[in-house]
């Protein structure tokens, strides 16, 4: 399981380019639990919506995948949240950065589905800090994420799914997209959160 005490790469590939990529940050049996609550949980996956709420939208134009929020339903969702809630109060420790929060779900890729280029967080309109995404298989082909640089067309890094890579990154920074996969995928995408309230009302999770 991953432990940013005992090597700090990972928190200086933060600070110097605002993400990392840590593989097998996950042990096996706790990825081999996600996949079974994959399958159990398997005909609840919809069709993810783009937006926030009341002005959820589903364009399968820009995405296809099909996504499940954590419902605290398995011993897996459990372990898997205070895992990233340990990596929460190490980000707040670091950086200060006031992360109040952790919202994820699962995502299904099958043949043909993609995730077109997106930010997950809109300067001043989201209180999405830092975005995770764990691989739960290693797709033989297909589903690569692809980031580009900061304010460029330039491909900054190209990530092959692996089972137990976890990616984390900037939200509002990095432009991304998830290539048409071809092999099923499976991960979890999730949200880092700071509590952008406004007029007094909480910010609601999703
Ligand atoms: O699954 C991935 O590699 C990235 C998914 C993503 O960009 C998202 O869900 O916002
Ligand atoms: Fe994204």
């Given at each position: 399981?991953i432990n ?152 900054e890094i ?17 432009v991304h ?30």
């Amino acid at each position: 399981m991953i432990n940013f005490s005992a090597d700090d790469t990972y928190l200086n590939d933060i600070e110097e380019l605002g993400y990392t990529v840590i593989p097998n940050a996950i042990n096996e049996e706790l990825i081999i639990d996600l996949m079974a609550d994959c399958y159990r949980i398997n005909p609840q996956f919809s069709l993810a919506g783009i937006g926030r709420l009341n002005n959820l939208q589903i364009d399968d134009t820009i995405r296809k995948d099909k996504t499940f929020w954590f419902d605290g339903t398995s011993q897996a969702q459990l372990t898997y949240q205070a895992t990233m809630e340990s990596i929460r109060t190490t980000l707040n420790r670091t950086f200060f950065m006031g992360l109040f929060d952790y919202e994820c779900h699962y995502a299904k890729y099958t043949e043909g589905d993609f995730y077109k280029k997106h930010v997950d967080a809109f300067k001043g309109r989201s209180n999405r800090v830092f975005t995770s995404v764990l691989y739960l298989n290693t797709p033989a082909q297909g589903g690569e994420l692809v980031v580009y640089k900061t304010k460029s067309k330039e491909i900054e890094i190209i990530i092959k799914p692996q089972a137990g890579t976890l990616v984390l990154f900037e939200s509002e920074r990095f432009v991304h997209e998830v290539l048409p996969a071809i092999d099923n995928r499976y991960s979890i995408a999730g949200w880092f959160r700071k509590n952008a309230s406004i007029s007094g009302i909480i910010d609601p999770p999703r």
